[in-house]
């Protein structure tokens, strides 16, 4: 069977650390612990959803324990984030992450039990230029509130996995496509790389996998009446996200492909639509009543403003010019974008899987997806490495699905312990090729010291 006919026709659509010569590279046990546990894994018979996400947790868990364990919590955009967690009625009125409020409220409520635990915690972190001698000290309060922002990080990391395996779940037959779907969202870059951070940059990369696993849901449901009912609730929880980190390149990409290709769904457009501005603007009235007002910190800064970017970037004096500056210009910074943060292999995945799914639903809806992506990045100007974890999923699909291949026909054979070690090499490839993503992700140019390199 081609895993192109897998896909419905009902689908109308770390920082890097510098390790000196001797020294045992924390990512050489991770390497190992996961690719033990990979081969125990994908060599089982999980016939069920529920002993799948089981060993995805495991796995997760152990990754998450691993870099806690060898790796320095680094602290990343801390003086925006700390504040707003330890205390957010106070802070949020004068936090220049007050239009993003979410993660910090999140990470306050968490904190409120760490508070009450009878034990003063003492951390080591690291602060400015990544090197392992550059300590700093936290105790008392402030070392809670990083105790709990990697409790958010950890529950962020397990609800991006599980969507992710439920999402692909839905739309294949094949257990083994989305569970390795999902085991490329645990072992990618995005994730590893940001685990031990302050940033909200796995609370980002989570927002993709919600996204998609409601899009994914609203797809399935035949029920008309139902589908009503869920574009005002997804509005709302997608409205709600958006407060946490500004993810609107998936809003761009289901307007336009929802008005190009599936115009049946323009009500139900139109329903999702108006639900996600409902948080943004309740919020906004919120500031305005009992804080100071609200602000956009990339507009409202003093030393630098959207609206002088995009007269740099938007140039329509010739034809030359308006060609370089909607096509030419985007498009290539997109690709190097591309290549620097997900690596050859999951770029060249992605444009495959695209190209292999191009007369159907599936593949017209991702084109739409990666360009709205790369575009919307680009008025932003967040073009930048660090930010492909949105054009990832689709390069983890084409891995997956080729990988599920493979156990198809190992298989028929039986052969259980050749699955385990061919996948177990793919994936040690596929962490081997991509060690630049770490610190490019990050944007540190420091090469990842390693048995490999």
């Known amino acids: 069977m081609r895993y192109s006919e897998l896909a419905p026709n009902s689908v109308k659509t770390p920082e890097s650390i510098t390790v ?23 060599t089982l018979e999980i016939t069920t959803n529920r002993q799948a996400l089981m060993a995805l947790n495991t796995l997760s868990t152990l990754v998450f324990i691993s870099i806690m364990a060898f790796i320095p919590i680094r ?8 504040p707003l967690a330890k205390n957010f009625f106070g802070e ?19 904190s409120l039990p760490v508070r009450a635990i009878p034990i003063d915690f003492k951390l080591k972190i690291l602060e400015g230029a990544p090197n392992l001698n550059n300590y700093i000290e936290v105790s008392g309060l402030d070392a809670k509130i990083i105790v709990s922002w990697m409790i958010s990080n950890y529950l962020f990391y397990l609800l991006a996995i599980n969507l992710a395996y439920l999402s692909v779940r839905k739309f294949f037959p094949d257990k083994n496509v989305a569970l390795l779907f999902a085991i490329f969202v645990l072992i990618s870059g995005e994730m590893i790389g940001w685990l031990n951070n302050i940033p909200i940059m796995v609370q980002g990369t989570a927002i993709i996998y919600i996204s998609l696993y409601m899009l994914c849901v609203f797809l399935k449901e035949k029920s008309q009446f139902i589908k009503k009912q869920q574009s005002w609730q997804f509005g709302l929880v997608f409205g709600i996200l958006m407060l946490g980190k500004a993810e609107y390149g998936i809003l761009i990409s289901v307007f336009f492909s929802v008005l190009i290709f599936y115009r049946k769904e323009l009500k139900n457009l139109l329903r999702f639509t ?8 309740s919020w906004y009235l919120i500031l305005n009543i009992f804080g100071k007002g609200y602000a ?15 007269r ?6 010739s034809v030359q010019s308006v060609f370089y500056s909607l096509v030419s210009n985007p498009i290539s910074k997109g690709t190097t974008m591309s290549f620097a943060g997900l690596g050859i292999i999951v770029t060249f995945s992605a444009i495959l899987t695209i190209g292999f799914f191009s007369r159907e639903n599936l593949g017209k809806f991702l084109a739409v997806y990666v360009l709205a992506t790369v575009y919307f990045l680009h008025l932003v100007n967040f073009l930048m490495p660090r930010h492909t974890f949105e054009l990832a999923p689709i390069g983890y699909l084409g891995l997956s699905i080729l990988m599920a291949k493979m156990i198809e026909k190992q298989q028929a054979l039986k052969a259980r312990i050749l699955i385990g070690t061919c996948i177990a090499l793919c994936l040690t490839c596929f962490l081997y090729l991509n060690f630049l993503r770490g610190p490019i992700l990050v944007g540190d140019p420091t090469v990842i010291s390693s048995i490999f390199l």
């Open 75 to 82: 602290n990343g955009d801390g003086f925006i984030w700390i």
């Open 296 to 310: 956009v910190y990339e507009v409202s800064r003093s030393d630098y403003k959207i609206i002088d970017y995009w």
């Open 312 to 317: 740099s970037i938007l140039q329509f004096d």
């Open 20 to 42: 000196s010569k001797g020294q045992y590279h924390p990512y050489t046990r991770i390497m190992k612990i996961l690719l033990a546990q990979i081969k125990k894994d994908l």
């Open 274 to 281: 108006l639900g996600q501005f409902i948080p943004l603007i």
């Open 92 to 110: 949020i009125a004068s936090n220049v992450g007050q239009h993003r409020p979410l993660f910090g409220f999140i990470t306050f409520l968490i």
